[in-house]
């Protein structure tokens, strides 16, 4: 089993739709929980983070963590074409530096 | 902002070449990893550095070496080029220690990357 668990898509929405994202985990360490965005042939850059359970809202993005059921989760509202990419979940459990990465969720937000 | 700089983006080598991957950070950023990205499997690590002259393996170190001779300089080294290293490879770097910019908390944890290197091996 990978540490990591995302379904790597391609998840297809109509522009203004609710993106739901999600990861699964295996390592209860963890405790810092990153989502990179990784436009088509360019390198990942950082969405947002939090910093064990809860939430946390930037803008039209909302990172949620369940750290009971080791359940990760962004969420886009009024999705835009802009908004189409690959996106990558990247727990870490801070000791080393290093972040643990899913396999990434492609997703195409359709005018 | 970061910038993390490799130093080509596309190349095209034949088997058994030498390749080399060259990475600059301006950042002054303590740590620097060596990513392969291949669909469907996600982000690799080949080799990490946490300081200058170190390095670690990640988890697919075979076939790779790394050098870290400065602190803003990570490259990667393909001794015998294979076909099954043809791959997009990233560069990234984290953690500032000390100055202007310090990190503290879960930001050490935060990685910026390179554009990527698209290794095609013929």
């Known amino acids: 089993q990978k540490e990591v668990e995302q379904d790597p898509g391609p998840l297809s929405v109509p522009e203004g739709a609710i993106v739901s994202l999600n990861c699964t985990y295996s390592?209860?360490?963890?405790?810092?929980f990153m989502w990179y965005r990784q436009y088509s042939r360019k390198g990942p850059e950082l969405l947002m983070y939090t910093y064990s359970s809860g939430n946390k809202e930037d803008g039209r993005f909302t990172a949620q963590v369940d750290k009971s059921s080791k359940y990760i989760s962004l969420f886009i509202r009024d999705s835009q074409p802009s908004d189409s990419a690959t996106y990558l979940c990247?727990?870490?459990?801070?000791?080393?530096?290093?972040?643990?990465w899913g396999a990434g969720t492609k997703l195409i937000i359709k005018p | 902002d970061v910038k993390v700089t490799q130093s080509s983006r596309y190349l095209v080598k034949r088997t058994g070449e030498k390749v080399f991957l060259e990475c600059v950070q301006d950042?002054?950023?303590?740590?620097m990893f060596w990513y392969r990205q291949d669909p469907g499997l996600g982000l690799r690590l080949i080799y990490f550095s946490y300081d200058v002259k170190m390095k670690e393996k990640g988890d697919i170190p075979e076939g790779y070496s790394v050098s870290r001779e400065k602190k803003e300089r990570f490259s990667l080294i393909l001794e015998s080029a294979s076909t099954n290293q043809t791959s997009m490879y990233l560069c990234a770097s984290s953690f500032r220690k000390s100055g202007g910019g310090q990190t503290v908390g879960p930001a050490k944890n935060i990685q910026y990357f390179g554009a990527g290197t698209r290794l095609s091996v013929l």
């Open positions: 390592n209860s360490a963890f405790q810092y």
């Open positions: 950042m002054d950023h303590e740590n």
């Open positions: 990247a727990p870490s459990a801070g000791s080393n530096y290093q972040l643990i």
